[in-house]
């Protein structure tokens, strides 16, 4: 679906800053979001539901967006165009002292990516290649619910990267993002086998 001319001018760093600014009252609710974002919604929801699984050693907060992200990166890889949410996740709220604090932190980091990044393996950031993206995501937004502390960070960190690469058409952070989450998943599932191998060893299984 084309972006309309409007929101395709403003960076997404500036969009952000935009959506905070825009916030009325204390918090606003993930539907309100949706509907400020337009053509953009797949890809900056994802964008601003995985920016707080960044910050390491936060718990709490990152498995609180992570179903939601999961909900959205599953219509992804259904093909949806635009993204949806039931009523019960469209009724969370976030306060917007911390939506401004998220863009505020996050927006050097987000310049710095916008600037190396341009139209290229474009097919990534389409159907059908988009769907195993979204396959991914859902995947990458699992892991966050892992209960230990830190885990939170990579994964987040790949759907950021794949966020902007879908935004950008840049099928090359697409494909950074994909590697990096790939690399953590099988980094988890190494860490498991070898901590159930550790039990079975000490129980004498």
């Known amino acids: 679906m084309p972006m309309a001319p409007l929101m395709q001018d403003v960076a997404i760093s500036d969009r952000l800053a935009q959506l905070a600014s825009d916030a009325d009252g204390d918090a606003v609710t993930l539907a309100w979001i949706l509907t400020q974002l337009h053509e953009r919604a797949f890809g900056l929801f994802l964008l601003i539901l995985a920016l707080p699984c960044c910050i390491p050693f936060l718990y ?3 498995q609180i967006v992570a179903l939601p992200l999961m909900f959205v990166s599953a219509q992804i890889a259904l093909g949806r165009r635009t993204p949806w949410l039931p009523r019960k996740l469209k009724t969370r709220t976030v306060s917007v002292q911390g939506l401004t604090s998220l863009s505020d932190r996050s927006r050097p980091w987000l310049k710095r ?14 159907a059908p290649l988009d769907k ?20 939170n960070t990579v994964p987040g960190f790949a759907v950021v990267v794949i966020a902007m690469g879908l935004l950008q058409r840049d099928g090359l952070l697409v494909l950074l993002g994909a590697i990096l989450g790939t690399v953590w998943i099988g980094t988890l599932i190494f860490a498991g086998a070898t901590l159930v191998s550790l039990i079975k060893t000490w129980i004498g299984l």
Do not use: N
């Open 113 to 126: 990516i916008e600037a190396v990044s341009r139209p290229r393996l474009s097919a990534l950031t389409h």
């Open 60 to 62: 709490g907060l990152p």
């Open 132 to 151: 195993i993206v979204g396959i991914a995501l859902v995947i990458f937004s699992a892991s966050i619910l892992v209960p230990l502390p830190g885990t």
